[in-house]
């Protein structure tokens, strides 16, 4: 079976310090894709990071890194400088390629808190 | 500006009533998708369709039914049958749904049936 999991539902994080969100994944399909995406208290999601299967580097986007260990079968996310902004709730997800639909599989989410 | 629309933000129905969630892109996309999302939960996918007039259900379809008629539409009705509607639905698109192209999503319609 296909599943995200996230075993944060709450994080706390000081300003300005980096924070890491774990995701572990399970396939057993050798080609794929995990993405990071970020829920603010609006509701809309906001696209951050990718990282395929077959990238031997590890994805970066400004702040954000992804921490891919493919070994462990995790994509963990690195915040790095936290900010009040990035309050909100974080979803790993994951595409598997030979399904063909584009469909994402999403985790349960992490919810994080930025303290001043 | 491209992007997916959504409507309405909110949506109160009495039980029992069929009710029809919009969604509508114009940035040319070819796949469309709707997802639940509850409390403290992750996304679930309801429906998707990869082309004009074909859709396929996802993962927890019963109750809900899609049509896409049009490329830049793909409405979502929950019908009386869905046993919990109470949520908030995310309709997203992807360009080719393959290899890094994220979804992009729509502000999502918070449904309340009471």
């Known amino acids: 079976a296909q599943k995200i999991t996230q075993t944060q539902p709450g994080m706390f994080v000081q300003e300005k310090e980096a924070v890491t969100l774990d995701c572990t994944y399970d396939?057993?399909?050798?080609?794929?894709?995990l993405f990071w995406y970020k829920q603010p208290s609006s509701g809309e999601m906001i696209f951050l990071i990718y990282q395929g299967s077959y990238d031997e580097q590890n994805a970066t986007e400004g702040r954000y890194s992804l921490n891919f260990q493919k070994a462990r079968k995790s994509a963990n996310l690195v915040i790095s400088a936290s900010q009040l902004g990035d309050s909100a709730m974080y979803f790993c997800?994951?595409?598997?390629?030979?399904?063909?639909?584009?469909?994402?599989?999403f985790g349960q989410g992490t919810t994080l808190q930025v303290k001043p | 500006d491209g992007g997916i629309t959504q409507s309405p933000k909110y949506l109160f129905r009495k039980e029992g009533q069929n009710v029809t969630l919009s969604c509508e892109q114009n940035l040319n996309h070819d796949a469309m998708y709707w997802y639940r999302q509850d409390p403290g939960q992750g996304l679930r996918l309801i429906y998707y369709s990869q082309i004009v007039n074909d859709f396929q259900k996802g993962d927890i379809a019963e109750g809900y039914s899609v049509s896409r008629e049009k490329k830049e539409s793909f409405p979502l009705t929950v019908t009386s049958a869905q046993k919990n509607p109470t949520a908030f639905y995310l309709c997203?698109?992807?360009?080719?749904?393959?290899?890094?192209?994220?979804?992009?999503f729509g502000n999502g319609t918070r449904l309340t049936v009471t």
């Open positions: 997203a698109s992807t360009s080719y749904g393959q290899g890094g192209s994220p979804l992009h």
């Open positions: 396939t057993s399909d050798q080609s794929y894709g």
């Open positions: 997800a994951m595409r598997v390629f030979s399904s063909n639909t584009g469909k994402l599989i």
